[in-house]
């Protein structure tokens, strides 16, 4: 993501237009820096990133079967 484009979204998600569907999810409480630090990342970053995260949900299952 080049410099401009960096800011012209985090004009976006300051400032969302009326109505759009970026409002709109800023309305619902979405966090929108999320999106930010997403697309700061390559896409082997954001995919080894989801991966760790279902690591984890895998140990709480496992975990929660050994507590039963």
């Known amino acids: 993501m080049t410099l ?3 800011k ?3 004009d976006l998600i300051n400032d969302p237009p009326p109505g759009s569907d970026l409002a709109k999810a800023q309305e619902f409480g979405v966090d929108l820096t999320l999106f930010h630090s997403s697309l700061r990342r390559s ?4 995919s080894r ?3 760790d995260g ?10 929660s079967r050994k507590l039963k």
């Open 4 to 6: 401009e484009q960096e």
């Open 8 to 10: 012209l979204l985090l």
């Open 54 to 63: 279902a690591g984890i949900f895998e140990a709480a299952k496992d975990l």
């Open 49 to 51: 990133a989801l991966s």
């Open 43 to 46: 896409p082997t970053e954001r």
